[in-house]
């Protein structure tokens, strides 16, 4: 049997999500209407989303069925390999064995496509011909772009200025696809209109796109729907096909991780990862370490607030219980556009409350020293947002070799970085700044969210 | 049995390559030294190769064993997936069967890496700690730069100018695996100061970039040896994983190809595929039609002479019998710069002169047109280089469609065009130009090229 490159047969590939929510050892809160404070209910998300998207959102079914036109799309790319880091193992002298799954192997880059060709597709079903979306590193855009011309619908993404502007050649494979970009905060809405009145230097946020992504839906006349790359529950559950794929590829050398690590943005590769071993840890006690890995420049989970939040700037999303900086906090320009997001998703949140996982924050230089070596030794590229899961996994495979334990990682590699090479440019002259979040950021975010009491 | 997604067991990967030299219908002429017109012995490549490739090149064994070293290499990435293109197909509206082996998740972003590694190996079991090469569009320089990382050796990439300044970002990816990338021709050889004094406007061109890495390793004082991505016997014989990978999974759903197609321009990728097919036709009569796609703009096989001439501009190579366009040829800057070389593979062009398989050739502009059309369909993004065996595919589909026939297909997607945004947007901007060589270039060719007898 080879133990380093697993494939898994495609005729065993998952045909079902796994969905969390009817395991979470306790209930989660519910979203909240910002005007009422009660929860929201499926009228209040039809102007934004299809009804079967509601309806997984909200479901307490465990597993959920994957249609056949998904399963036509996944099999474009899946099931992705499963791969042992030999090379890297060997480079950091380690006893651990390290594992990763390589998600970059996707027509997208990334694991973005698994919930983008879903997402299409449900909202294809439902008579919907057009798509708005945000995009940060732009990964997610272009997996919505191939997800739309797939389905034969419109896509119109908002991509956060500074990403826009770091990344042309991101804007031009969604164009490629069919795709319309634009730099955001754009002229197209109220909000990024009134946004660049007030801030006409902005390097635009995750927040804000999102506001006018789905300002354009709900003023588009029921034409068009928003679709979100992260954070919602049913996004996170399109992505558990990578962590159930992960299991029974290395069940079938005999393997089982002693942890699980993800980079954390709004939490969708990392949950898809981890979520099917979070439901050994809750159901059947494993004792297994989920690790969640933030950049410092915005460390939602080790800084954040735990609180009712917006998921965007602009205050359209109904209210998250979740970690937060808060909603108009806007992240420095760090490399990992992926990971600029000032909240999470409330899954992540509430199994980070409850310690089933736990979270780390890296400075982003150090990430990219352990995403080259990482290249020079598996020779695959990882994107920035990557690279940050890469230096924890390397941090706990050093500490193995000190104490000469020989645990078992496994990580999601989630992306290529072939569209991030003005980053790599950056750090190797030594032009990449690391950012720390400070105090008075965090008391500013404070003052930001909006005081709704957390249901005990 | 699925039959769009073909995945090779890692347990059947071949274990050795094919090389077709013992089966040659008629033998292949010699490789002559330029200055007795004798044929090359060993002894005159041993400055450039190392005796193991050298023995590989003349070679008549028929399998030659793959070692451990490189196959582990090659777990990392390979087997390669063979995908059936039926959304392609069905966008096209042909009863014919398209397979394309997907080269395109290497993680150098093609097929290149299956001879990088293999030279990469051979030079260090030789002693040898170094290599130089040249790239045009940057896919082998890429693959060269991760071999040298994998066994730890340097890699000085000489890098046609006009790919140089197209892509700014094929630079950064070979400078994050470690190696050094100039823009040719440089100053750092003589031929390369006496070219720019010469033509100070030149744009580069693969026969350049050759002859400056040849004497960059020959002047090296032994330290190191020159690496070549294509053309040569023992390069087209590494890539024969490809063809035999692809053979096997066409067998395990009960398939074989009617068609070969694959782009060429020094002929590796395309001979890679073809070869252990070109066997069958050889050697047990199966009517298999074997084609090699080929720009308008270098159009070697379909336009070129047959004769002995250099593989290099600076006529520091052997001559070599093939299809050239003269070895001072510089082609206009299109943009699939895997394409743009005067000659080929003497193995292409005997088995071309033989009626074994044939050539067509192609503008850009309708590459890219096809190439897109994959994109929108199979979400992968096509080089503009594959995008060429693309457009001959399409066109083969659609006489398919008139005729009725239900043809089976196979093509090699020898890359992913992650690093061709710029040509992307030159294409959707419309200033992509076509070229097509004209008889002036021809004629002008036949004057540079050497008068030398060919063998009857």
């Known amino acids: 049997m080879n133990q380093y490159n697993i494939l898994l047969d495609p005729a065993r590939m998952p045909d079902a999500w796994y969905n969390i929510n009817p395991d979470m050892p306790v209930p989660m809160a519910p979203p909240l209407h910002p005007a009422t404070l009660q929860p929201v209910g499926p009228e209040d998300l039809a102007p934004i989303f299809p009804m079967p998207l509601i309806e997984q959102e909200v479901s307490m079914q465990q597993y959920v069925s994957i249609p056949g036109e998904v399963m036509d799309a996944y099999r474009l790319y899946r099931p992705t390999p499963l791969r042992r880091a030999l090379r890297f193992e060997k480079a950091l002298g380690t ?27 449900f909202n294809k ?23 739309c011309s797939m389905f034969n619908m ?47 230097d ?22 068009l729907r928003y679709s979100l790359g992260s954070v919602l529950n049913h996004v996170l559950m399109h992505q558990t096909i990578i962590g159930q794929e992960a299991k029974l590829q290395l069940e079938s050398i005999g393997e ?37 890995v933030e950049p410092t420049a915005c460390p939602t989970l080790t800084k954040g607030i735990y609180a009712y939040d917006f998921g965007d700037t602009g205050e359209m999303t109904p209210l998250l219980l979740q970690y937060t900086l808060g909603h108009k906090f806007v992240p420095p320009p760090l490399h990992s556009g992926g990971l600029r997001y000032h909240g999470v998703a409330a899954q992540v949140a509430h ?11 890296y400075q982003q230089n150090t990430c990219f020293d352990a995403g080259v070596l990482f290249a020079r030794c598996e020779c695959i590229l990882p994107a920035p947002e990557s690279s940050h899961a890469i230096r924890a996994v390397m941090d706990e495979a ?12 496994l990580f999601n590699l989630s992306g290529h970085g072939h569209f991030d090479m003005s980053a790599y440019e950056a750090y190797f002259s030594k032009k990449l700044e690391d950012y720390e979040l400070d105090e008075e950021a965090i008391r500013k975010a404070e003052a930001d969210i909006p005081k709704v009491p957390i249901p005990q």
Request: net charge positive; proline share 4%.
């Open 95 to 121: 006893p651990a064995k390290i594992y990763y799954k390589n998600e970059s192997v996707s027509p997208s880059g990334s694991h973005k496509l698994n919930t983008a060709v879903a997402q299409a597709y």
């Open 125 to 147: 079903v439902s008579g919907i011909n057009g798509l708005t979306t945000e995009t940060g590193a732009g990964q997610w855009g272009t997996a919505l772009s191939i997800a």
């Open 154 to 200: 419109s896509c119109d993404v908002y991509m956060v200025k500074v990403s826009f502007d770091q990344k042309p050649y991101r804007r031009s494979i969604m164009q490629t696809y069919g795709a319309n970009v634009f730099a955001s905060p754009t002229d197209r809405t109220d909000f990024g209109r009134r946004y660049r009145a007030e801030f006409p």
């Open 202 to 223: 902005t390097s635009g946020s995750l927040g804000i796109a999102i506001t006018e992504a789905v300002e354009a839906a709900v003023t588009s006349g029921g034409a």
């Open 256 to 292: 089982y991780p002693d942890m699980v690590i993800g980079c954390c943005g709004g939490g969708s590769n990392y949950a898809g990862t981890a979520w099917p071993f979070a439901h050994d840890k809750i159901k059947q006690g494993k004792n297994i370490d989920l690790i969640a």
């Open 351 to 361: 199994l980070t409350k409850l310690g089933v996982m736990r979270a780390v924050a």
């Open 398 to 409: 050093l500490k193995c070799k000190e104490t000469g334990e020989a645990k078992t990682i």
